[in-house]
């Protein structure tokens, strides 16, 4: 995983409050491939812990989804 130094520049009203921020469309991506990433091992782990179902094994699934597309 590469790091990316990021460097926000923020949009200020009259009185200094913080209304946005500007980024390079190279940080912008960054972070949006960073969120994906998180949201994927937040997915794995939660699937990981489920002990209330039954699972099938990976070549089996995908056995089963070939043959249902042939119907």
Known sequence: MKTLTINP???KDEKGRELGVFLTKKEFDYL???LEDYEDNKAYDKAKS????EFIPFEQALEEIKKSRLK
């Open 9 to 11: 520049q923020f949009v």
């Open 32 to 34: 949006l491939e960073e």
């Open 50 to 53: 489920r002990t209330d179902e």
